[in-house]
């Protein structure tokens, strides 16, 4: 997969190096490039951003700088390539393990991180005219800029890639995959730490008394702490919530 991410702040993406995601993009399954947007400013300043038109607080992203560098990220795309351009913003869809999944299958992600109040409308104007632009939200709360969330979701839709995890097993028993609860707790050894037990049927050998646990671990954690998750999960619809919702 590849993904190109454009942002005033390339720093903040060094996180990506660590890790499984570090792993996955020295063995050549993730291609991620980062483009410094002020490199697609060309006045003396490299300015990026500029008052509202119209009035009110804050700053807006000027229009020339994102249409460059997007310009640049989109022409030098191989031919059949077909790249989603992703916003990160509290104003768009909100992002979920569905949407994870369904952004894992894509074959060139890129995400423009916008700051200050955001971008001028016209740069989602132009790209969405001329192929396919999404804004997403990774939750309802806002933070500084698109940084952050953009990184969320490449670790998110990152360790879906084929190879990325190991033991494709791991990925199916967790939170919000398979049916939509979330996990069990886990324990590991000593089987006793601090005078806490672990619980007695992991220890017992009865794999479909310790199945049966951890489902019912699962039914029980999601009631006391996401319900609004349970209806569609204890239908078995692995949609998501979002979309169950429709
Ligand atoms: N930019 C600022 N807040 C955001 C959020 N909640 N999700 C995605 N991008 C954002």
Known sequence: MKIDVVS???GYFDALELSLLGKARQRGLIDLRVHDLRESAHDKHRTVDDTPTGGGAGMVMKPEPWGAALDAVLTADDAGDDPLVIFPSPAGDVFTQAMARELADES???FGCGRYEGIDQRVFDEYASRGRVR?????DYVLNGGEVATIAMIEAIGRLVPGVVGNPESLVEESHEEDGL???PSYTKPATWRDRAVPEVLLSGNHAAITQ???EQRVERTR???PELLPWALRGDTRGRHAADD
């Open 8 to 10: 005033i702040f390339p």
């Open 108 to 110: 060139h992600l890129v």
């Open 135 to 139: 804004l997403v939200s990774i939750g």
């Open 182 to 184: 979330l996990e069990y």
């Open 213 to 215: 646990w951890r489902q």
């Open 224 to 226: 006391r702490v996401r």
